[in-house]
């Protein structure tokens, strides 16, 4: 039998603290009134997303959309492109879900011992961004940028440092802010296979410490609305349907667009809420609007 895995090591004592974990100042209404919103996105401020990398997971209590990020764990995305491809996670049930912490699946035992028939997959929890990586700087903090890659919030170290690498390239790692998609594993670094996590909001204790591999762009309500428990009692909510958007007929396909880090819409966003936030600005406080209709 596999040992149990986890969403993140010593999950009873990480559960205790995700409840304390904190979830930013409240903002003023002085604050809101001198910082409005930037107006009303154009058509040039989005981008259609690669529909081989848009999970669309159809729960029993809605439907979430996931965007998956190769770019920084390819290993991982492949893998779940496969799952999915084999409908392995339909009816698949959320098996541990912690309050102010994450929602885990993707065990066919429904239980946090099962994988699926396929190698485990290595750690991805680092990546190296280069200058062709898609990154969108949000803060320079001098040894390190902190920044989008789609719509994953990620830091790195400075790319003043890449001239001094072998592969012209510095180290990154994804931001566990919500909505952020993760693999879960056991106390082996290279043991996620099939079991993931959708976070109900920020931790930053995971990072560096599991993989990253998407963001939830739309139904980040019905990842909190996911009912509570370790384990959960029955009846637990469920994956219905998980499919890749471009496997989706063409009736049934939602049309998907998100707001692109590059565009003039975001980059104002991002001067209003940094100068709302002046010190305590973090990735995890720029939300990146998405429609899907």
């Known amino acids: ?114 994988g699926s028939d396929k190698p485990n997959v290595p750690a991805e929890f680092t990546f190296r961004r280069g200058a062709d990586t898609p990154f969108v700087l949000a803060a320079d903090q001098a040894v390190a940028e902190v920044g989008f890659i789609k719509t994953l919030p990620v830091m790195t170290q400075s790319m003043m440092l890449a001239a001094m690498t072998k592969d012209q390239k510095v180290a990154g790692w994804a931001l566990y802010c919500p909505g952020v998609a993760g693999a879960a594993r056991d106390n082996d670094p290279d043991s996620a296979n099939s079991q993931f996590f959708l976070m109900r909001a920020g931790y930053p204790a ?25 384990p959960v009692e029955e009846p637990m909510d469920r994956m219905e349907r998980v499919r890749l958007l471009a496997d989706l007929p063409e009736a049934e396909r939602p049309k998907v667009r998100v707001i692109d880090p590059k565009g003039a819409w975001f980059k104002a966003e991002l001067e209003r809420v940094r100068r709302l936030k002046g010190a305590d600005f973090s990735a995890c406080d720029i939300a990146i609007p998405a429609e899907v209709k």
Do not use: C
């Open 206 to 230: 995971l990072e560096k410490r599991y993989t990253a591999w998407g963001r939830a762009i739309s139904g980040q309500d019905v990842i909190r609305a996911i009912k509570v428990g370790e």
């Open 1 to 114: 039998m596999k040992p149990a895995l986890y969403a993140a090591a010593a999950l009873a004592a990480l559960a205790t603290a995700a409840s304390a974990a904190p979830s930013g100042k409240i903002m003023t209404a002085a604050a809101a009134a001198a910082a409005p919103p930037p107006a009303a996105p154009t058509a040039a401020d989005w981008r259609t997303p690669d529909p081989n990398d848009v999970l669309v997971i159809d729960t029993n209590k809605g439907r979430i959309v996931v965007e998956m990020v190769p770019e920084v764990a390819p290993q991982f995305v492949a893998r779940i492109r496969e799952l999915t491809h084999a409908k392995f996670f339909d009816g698949q049930k959320f098996f541990r879900v912690i309050e102010n912490f994450m929602d885990q699946t993707g065990d066919p035992q429904n239980k946090g011992t099962g």
